[in-house]
């Protein structure tokens, strides 16, 4: 593995966090806010440049379901990505003194909207990558062969994980959030810090285990249909 493959994994593990410690606006401010979140797009540009390539191959790349989902997937990102930074630019304390003069109600409620559904769709997007990322961990650890012993200790974790993200999901209640509804029930971070970010965490893992556990399941059922048809042709020998 190329050490710079590594240091762009680190990069966006970096951005990964940025992300979530962008989501925790009431915890440090606005000023910490800001430049995590102006830190985050200027690592997300670098991201895009190292995988410019990847945007050539769409129109030669095969219709095949994975690769449909993770196109529609990665623009609806950018999407999301854009409405993200557009409402930063018009909301942001920095840039226009004090209070932008766009600082409404509306552009806010739409920031925290992407911001969100940016949480959400960045997860889809690892989890269609987790089984690169698990050969980079397998590599990483010097793991050569599997184990089955271990296989199961991640899946117990991985569903651990995901039931803890349905209820985390509804203890920051982000059906709201998603769906653009007022909503009065901010974290309260004097409680607690790492409660909000073990929540968002979870949320995370839930649509990274979704997201994998699912392409996993089209795979099977891509495979399914020819070993029948060898089974047929097999019969009719
Ligand atoms: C915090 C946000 C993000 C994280 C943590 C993240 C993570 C990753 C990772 C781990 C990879 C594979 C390794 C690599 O190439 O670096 C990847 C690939 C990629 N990402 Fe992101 N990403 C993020 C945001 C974005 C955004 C906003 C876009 C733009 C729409 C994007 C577009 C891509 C593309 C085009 C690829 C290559 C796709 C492929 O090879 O199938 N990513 N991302």
Partial sequence: M??????????DLIAAGLLLFGLSYWW???????????????LL?????????????????AREPRSL????????LMLAMLALLVTSVL??????????PYAGFTVRQIHTLAAYWVLVIVSVHLGLRWPMIMGVARKLTGITKPNAVRTALLRVIAIA??????????ELAVGTKLS????????NFEESVAGFFIHCLAIAGLYMCLTYYAMKWLQARKRRPRSAAAVAENVHQ
């Fill in 2 to 11: 190329s050490p710079i493959f590594l240091s762009r994994l680190v990069f």
């Fill in 91 to 100: 909301i942001s304390n920095a840039l226009s003194g004090v209070i932008s």
């Fill in 69 to 76: 989902f993770n196109i529609v997937v990665t623009f609806l």
């Fill in 28 to 42: 440090l401010g606005n000023v910490a806010h800001e430049v995590a979140g102006t830190a985050m797009f200027l």
């Fill in 161 to 170: 994980i995901a039931i803890h993200g349905v209820w985390s999901s509804f």
């Fill in 180 to 187: 653009m509804q007022m909503t009065l029930d901010w974290w």
């Fill in 45 to 61: 540009i670098a991201h895009n440049v190292f995988n410019r390539r990847w945007y050539g191959t769409i129109a030669k790349g």
